[in-house]
């Protein structure tokens, strides 16, 4: 049945090819997905799935039922672009001014169309159920992931399977992680409020510059003085906003920053010293602060058994030395949801080709992938559906 699958993916690649195309062409930011959502829905109906539509926003779910009784598999494909002016020179390029797919959420959803179009055709054979998640606003907090479980998108699935692809990793290689691969990603805002006045009297005044600067020392301490070194968590300001003359001490100072964690005691323990000391450092200058808090997306911890049966699959794809373990980033992904309520893996499929010039980071307006990759992530997916089957239907 694997090669039989490898074959039907093989015969359709041209095909996912001109789907990432169109929809690299036609990208939609998060929570605007109308037409993005339209297309994937109709190519699922014409394949004969059962198709629902508005999950928890504007998430599509297709179930292809096997002729057999068996567990039921999901695949995950995220389709948001990002807002981003496209700076390639290719006849797919954006027609969406500052809209781009600098993410390979359009090659996610190209490898699940591909991999529904194959498994289709086999349906008599397959012993359970596969359902294909495409969601929705991954980019942006809080995301389409939550809102789509909750509508039942996960109902009745017993394992879930999802790729990213990735230009630091070369084309065929895949890299994965049995724990954690992906933080938790939280943000907050701080708005120190002190007294302005002339800058040439700093006595009469409570500076919020002064103690703006304080307190993301004493913030940066949270991280080398509070947290076990055998643990990890990063905190980062990145925006500092206050007054607009050389003379003059402004009344109120904006800091903005980020912090990643995978442990959830961790995280919780971070934004705990993170308001006690913002709360005393503004105090012992006299000042008053207004504190806002963003939980975004938990950490993402794959299944290790799961993740094994991947790596034993992927190397009826790829070459065993290039499937290789990694260190977990400080990333985040709202897949983790979907982690939280099923077992599954999320792995990184090597989309870097430095001859073709496909080397650019995602988020970056350059960024663009070797294609192969489309049929790398759909073979790896496909072979370890097929373990999968046949561990539980022996």
């Not at 929570?31 to 109906?45: G, L, P, S, Y």
């Not at 993740?307 to 065993?320: C, I, Q, R, Y």
């Amino acid at each position: 049945m694997k090669q039989q699958l490898f074959t039907r993916l093989e015969d359709g690649y041209e095909e996912m090819i001109k789907l990432r195309r169109d929809f690299h062409m036609h990208p939609e930011l998060s929570f605007q997905e109308v037409n993005t959502a339209k297309k994937i829905a109709e190519f699922q109906r014409r394949l004969g799935l059962e198709v629902q539509t508005n999950v928890g926003g504007h998430g599509v779910v297709a179930t292809l039922r096997g002729k057999h009784p068996g567990k039921t598999i999901a695949v995950r494909a995220d389709f948001d672009a990002l807002p981003i002016q496209e700076e390639n020179d290719v006849p797919y390029k954006s027609t969406n001014p500052g809209v781009m797919h600098a993410c390979g959420h359009d090659a996610h959803t190209a490898i699940a169309l591909g991999l529904s179009k194959a498994l289709v055709a086999m349906k008599d054979d397959i012993a359970g159920n596969i359902v294909f998640i495409h969601q929705h606003a991954e980019e942006e907090d809080p995301g389409g992931a939550k809102p789509m479980i909750e509508a039942g998108a996960l109902d009745g699935v017993d394992v879930i399977f999802a790729t990213h692809m990735e230009n630091y990793i070369p084309v065929d290689h895949v890299l994965y992680s049995e724990n954690y691969i992906l933080g938790a990603c939280d943000d907050f805002t701080i708005e120190i409020i002190g007294s302005g006045g002339h800058g040439a009297f700093p006595q009469d005044t409570v500076d919020v510059i002064a103690l703006g600067g304080q307190l993301i020392g004493n913030l940066h301490q949270i991280t080398s003085r509070k947290v076990d070194p055998l643990k990890s968590a990063v905190l980062s300001i990145g925006s500092f906003h206050a007054g607009e003359a050389a003379n003059v001490i402004p009344e109120r100072a904006i800091l903005k920053g980020t912090i990643r964690t995978f442990d959830e005691d961790v995280r919780q323990s971070m934004y705990e010293w993170l308001k006690t000391i913002t709360t005393h450092t503004c105090q012992a200058f006299g000042a008053t602060h207004e504190l806002e808090y963003m939980f975004g997306y938990p950490a993402t911890k794959n299944d290790p058994g799961i993740t094994k049966l991947l790596v034993n699959a992927a190397k009826e794809v790829l070459p065993v030395m290039n499937i290789q373990e990694m260190q977990p980033n400080m990333g985040a992904e709202d897949f983790s949801y979907f982690l939280q309520n099923v077992p599954g893996t999320y792995f990184f499929t090597g989309s870097a080709n430095e001859e073709k010039g496909f080397i650019y980071p995602y988020h970056h307006p350059k960024f663009d992938i070797d294609e192969k990759a489309l049929l790398n992530g759909a073979k790896v997916i496909a072979s370890s559906m097929v373990d999968y089957w046949e561990m539980y239907n022996a």
